[in-house]
């Protein structure tokens, strides 16, 4: 049997700081429709992307759909019908 040979030394190693630290930017943002979940499309059927926040809104207010307003209905109330517990009885006479 041939000897087992450990290569985790030849694997390349660096600095848990090699890379620099995540920075959160905002901006260039893709448009997504809320609704679908789905990237609004351009004429070239290629995904919107804004570049500020200007933009953004200028966007948005194209594509502002209201929402429904809900009307108020009144709905009656019925009290549940009371059972006893379990199943209810079998009837009396069964026929095929």
């Known amino acids: 049997m041939k000897p087992i040979h ?9 600095s848990a700081n090699y890379f620099p630290p995540y920075e ?19 004429k070239t059927r290629k995904p919107v992307i804004v570049q500020d926040e200007h933009e953004e809104k200028l966007f948005l207010a194209q594509h502002y759909k209201p929402e429904p307003v809900a009307e108020a209905v ?7 019908v009371k ?11 069964l026929t095929a």
């Open 6 to 14: 450990d290569i985790r030394q030849q694997i390349p190693q660096f």
């Open 24 to 42: 959160y930017r905002p901006y260039p943002r893709m448009m997504v429709n809320k609704e679908t979940g789905k990237p609004y499309l351009d």
């Open 74 to 80: 009144e709905v009656a109330v019925e009290e549940p």
């Open 83 to 93: 059972r006893g517990p379990g199943r209810p009885p079998m009837p009396k006479n």
